[in-house]
């Protein structure tokens, strides 16, 4: 097994401006032996341990915000926050909200306030949504977040761009399948931190990483291989996607 590499820790705000760089966009999944993140039942399958919620937390805290599909927020009601306390007063110690900015994506605007992540910590949250359903989205989240026009439908290189208008220089995807999907498809990742359970789901109606689609990594171009890590009873894959990955 190779060494883990250091995590870099987040950086401040940058002023924003026509010659800012998208994010740097690290992708975050786990599945089962089989591919699966998830089964088709109500219950939301576990697929890490403990050691490895931890090493996320920490992946979490080296970044400047965090994004997940409206899906996901319906599905899983996330948090979305640093829950280390020592990992918190280090963000704050840099100068930076304990916790990254919250970040989601949506077609339909179907989205509850009541939803931990609008509710739970205080962070910054920021909503993409459709052109289409712009004003009704802000009418429904008005005061819990900022609802910016993500294009019609949403565009991935859009939301990144304003991302970085905002400082966000390190960004975490944490899915689910559509959302990892979209950068995936639109050669919009630079990492990818892939754990593999113990275990098989073998249900076709459960969602699969990453779900139909085409991607720039082929049998004529493959994904580099920068780490493999055993952590408990789960292996953690991490690639190298483009050459903005420290380890290429």
């Not at 996330?78 to 704050?92: K, N, T, Y």
């Not at 919009?188 to 109606?205: M, S």
């Not at 994904?223 to 055993?230: D, F, I, T």
Request: proline share 8%; charged share 25%; hydrophobic share 45%.
């Amino acid at each position: 097994m190779t060494a883990a590499a250091p995590i870099p820790h987040a950086a401040g705000p940058a002023a924003a401006g026509p010659a800012t760089p998208r994010p740097y966009v690290l992708l975050s999944c786990a599945m089962s032996i089989d591919g699966y993140i998830d089964d088709a039942s109500d219950q939301r399958l576990m697929l890490s341990n403990e050691a490895d919620l931890d090493r996320v937390d920490a992946v979490r805290a080296g970044c400047d915000a965090i994004l997940v599909g409206a899906a996901t927020v319906r599905a899983d009601d996330p948090r979305l926050v640093v829950r280390s306390p020592q990992r918190r007063r280090e963000r704050a110690d840099r100068g930076l909200p304990p916790s990254p900015t919250k970040v989601t994506v949506t077609g339909s605007g179907d989205l509850d306030p009541a939803a931990r992540f609008f509710t739970v910590g205080d962070a910054e949250r920021v909503v993409y949504c459709a052109t289409s359903v712009l004003a009704q989205t802000r009418h429904r989240l008005d005061g819990l977040a900022t609802v910016a026009d993500g294009g019609d439908p949403v565009d991935p290189c859009r939301v990144l761009a304003d991302l970085a208008a905002r400082g966000v220089r390190r960004l975490m995807v944490e899915g689910g399948a559509a959302v990892h999907a979209l950068f995936l498809g639109a050669g919009l990742a630079d990492e990818l931190h892939l754990v593999v359970a113990p275990f098989f789901v073998g249900d076709r109606r459960a969602p699969r990483f990453p779900g139909d689609g085409r991607f720039p990594w082929h049998p004529g171009h493959r994904a580099g291989l920068a780490e493999v890590r055993q952590i408990g009873d789960v292996v953690l894959l991490r690639y190298a996607l483009s050459g903005r990955c420290p380890d290429v």
